[in-house]
């Protein structure tokens, strides 16, 4: 088989395929097949190699942390909102949620994280704290008075 295009071919085909020429669609014409060289096939067999080594690599990581991949995971980690971007009106509902949450014990089941400005912490306590702080800003005595968020 020749890896050259010969003048008839490129007569033929010099101004492509003619949407009514189908009569021939499910073989490549001779002239387009190119015969791949050594250094063509080495490099597939790198690429190849390359790809298995790292879908081995992949099922070995996939393996060793079930948990990350898991399509259902559950995650033990709470994240709450910097007590200084809050509205004023969601201070209020936010200790009640954070109370009701640490009196049940399910605070307990939570990594917990929360930040105050520029401050971070990892204690529910804290941020419930920070948040009452929040709360005494907002009323001048030290009270909350529910009309003050209306």
């Known amino acids: 088989m020749s890896n050259s295009i010969g003048p008839a071919d490129l007569i033929k085909f ?4 003619k949407i009514s020429d189908f009569n021939n669609w499910k073989h490549v014409p001779a002239s387009a097949i ?11 067999a790198a690429g190849e190699a390359r790809a298995q080594q790292l879908k081995a690599e992949h099922d070995a990581q996939v393996a060793a942390t079930p948990e990350l991949y898991s399509p259902v995971s559950e995650s033990n980690m709470m994240y709450e909102t910097n007590v ?10 936010r200790i009640d949620y954070i109370t009701n949450l640490i009196q049940s014990g399910e605070a307990a089941k939570y990594s917990f994280h929360a930040a105050n400005g520029d401050q971070t912490t990892t204690s ?3 941020f419930l704290y920070w948040l009452q702080q929040r709360s005494q800003e907002l009323d001048g005595d030290g009270t909350y008075s529910p009309e003050m968020f209306k």
């Open 124 to 126: 529910i306590h804290q």
């Open 84 to 93: 200084m971007t809050l509205a004023d009106s969601d201070i209020k509902p």
């Open 34 to 44: 190119v015969q791949p060289t050594a250094q063509m096939k080495a490099e597939m």
């Open 14 to 17: 010099q101004s492509g395929l």
